[in-house]
């Protein structure tokens, strides 16, 4: 067993423990946007995500007897779904919407949260947001929330008692990647619980890139679904994320800027001997 072995085989990462709950993998993934539940559940598969995403006004999990339901596909004993208030534009409607996923899920109560202020934009409404999570915190739930970039109402939703705080990249399904990885940082920096990105990743090198700054993890949908092959997109995710987080473990070398370091030793060169 030479190091390598014991490398690949030890102890790679700390646990990923969200809520009281250890998963191992730390992409989370939405169920949005395919095809059919079946591209649904194969995407689902190859991402390797345990942790699955649903909009409770959007899909069926049993709200609707007559039509076909994702538990259906999506085994709730493999993953933890994860109901969200996608298409809530106040407080109020966010706090029904999950207290119908809590009867749907047999008392389920780790739930996102996402208020949004703009229908074009999707950008979170963070006064609704701020005041759903405290009715829901009160309410025994356990709360993932989507929010706006900014490290004073992120601290603001810790405060309250979230259990991750969910910053956008850039907005919902645009596909644009971190546009301010320092506001990133900043929130990754002063927070205790997970910080996990959630919105606007568009390949799988932005998924690295956000666990290279420090994320605990990355929620995506749409980069996935929209993608020409899904599947074979959210097994390039599940490898971008992976190797963010070993990026970020292992501590990049520093840059150099307009400095050569030849990697080879330069004394003995041949075009250096007399």
């Given at each position: 067993?030479?190091?390598?072995?014991?490398?690949?085989?030890?102890?790679?990462?700390?646990?990923?423990?969200?809520?009281?709950?250890?998963?191992?993998?730390?992409?989370?993934?939405?169920?949005?946007?395919?095809?059919?539940?079946?591209?649904?559940?194969?995407?689902?598969?190859?991402?390797?995500?345990?942790?699955?995403?649903?909009?409770?006004?959007?899909?069926?999990?049993?709200?609707?007897?007559?039509?076909?339901?994702?538990?259906?596909?999506?085994?709730?004993?493999?993953?933890?779904?994860?109901?969200?208030?996608?298409?809530?534009?106040?407080?109020?409607?966010?706090?029904?919407?999950?207290?119908?996923?809590?009867?749907?899920?047999?008392?389920?109560?780790?739930?996102?949260?996402?208020?949004?202020?703009?229908?074009?934009?999707?950008?979170?409404?963070?006064?609704?947001?701020?005041?759903?999570?405290?009715?829901?915190?009160?309410?025994?739930?356990?709360?993932?929330?989507?929010?706006?970039?900014?490290?004073?109402?992120?601290?603001?939703?810790?405060?309250?008692?979230?259990?991750?705080?969910?910053?956008?990249?850039?907005?919902?399904?645009?596909g644009m990647g971190i546009l301010n990885p320092w506001n990133l940082r900043i929130i990754i920096e002063q927070?205790?619980?997970?910080?996990?990105?959630?919105?606007?990743?568009?390949?799988?090198?932005?998924?690295?890139?956000?666990?290279?700054?420090?994320?605990?993890?990355?929620?995506?949908?749409?980069?996935?679904?929209?993608?020409?092959?899904?599947?074979?997109?959210?097994?390039?995710?599940?490898?971008?994320?992976?190797?963010?987080?070993?990026?970020?473990?292992?501590?990049?070398?520093?840059?150099?800027?307009?400095?050569?370091?030849?990697?080879?030793?330069?004394?003995?060169?041949?075009?250096?001997?007399?």
């Amino acid at each position: 067993m030479g190091h390598m072995d014991s490398i690949t085989t030890g102890p790679l990462d700390t646990p990923f423990i969200m809520g009281g709950e250890t998963f191992r993998s730390r992409l989370l993934v939405g169920t949005g946007k395919y095809r059919d539940f079946t591209q649904t559940r194969d995407a689902i598969e190859a991402s390797g995500a345990q942790i699955v995403t649903v909009a409770i006004r959007r899909t069926n999990i049993g709200q609707d007897p007559s039509t076909p339901s994702l538990l259906e596909v999506l085994d709730p004993r493999r993953y933890t779904l994860l109901p969200n208030t996608a298409g809530c534009f106040t407080a109020l409607d966010a706090v029904r919407t999950l207290r119908l996923a809590r009867e749907l899920l047999d008392g389920h109560d780790l739930v996102k949260l996402e208020v949004l202020g703009s229908k074009e934009t999707l950008f979170p409404n963070m006064p609704e947001t701020l005041q759903a999570a405290e009715i829901l915190v009160r309410e025994g739930f356990r709360v993932m929330v989507y929010c706006s970039d900014d490290p004073v109402q992120a601290r603001m939703l810790e405060d309250i008692g979230c259990v991750a705080i969910m910053p956008l990249a850039s907005l919902i399904g645009s596909g644009m990647g971190i546009l301010n990885p320092w506001n990133l940082r900043i929130i990754i920096e002063q927070s205790q619980v997970p910080v996990i990105v959630d919105a606007g990743v568009g390949t799988a090198s932005d998924a690295a890139i956000a666990m290279e700054l420090g994320c605990d993890g990355v929620l995506m949908n749409t980069a996935i679904a929209a993608a020409g092959d899904p599947v074979r997109m959210a097994l390039a995710m599940r490898r971008g994320v992976e190797a963010g987080r070993h990026a970020f473990l292992a501590g990049r070398m520093p840059r150099r800027v307009y400095q050569a370091s030849p990697s080879s030793p330069s004394a003995g060169l041949l075009d250096q001997m007399p």
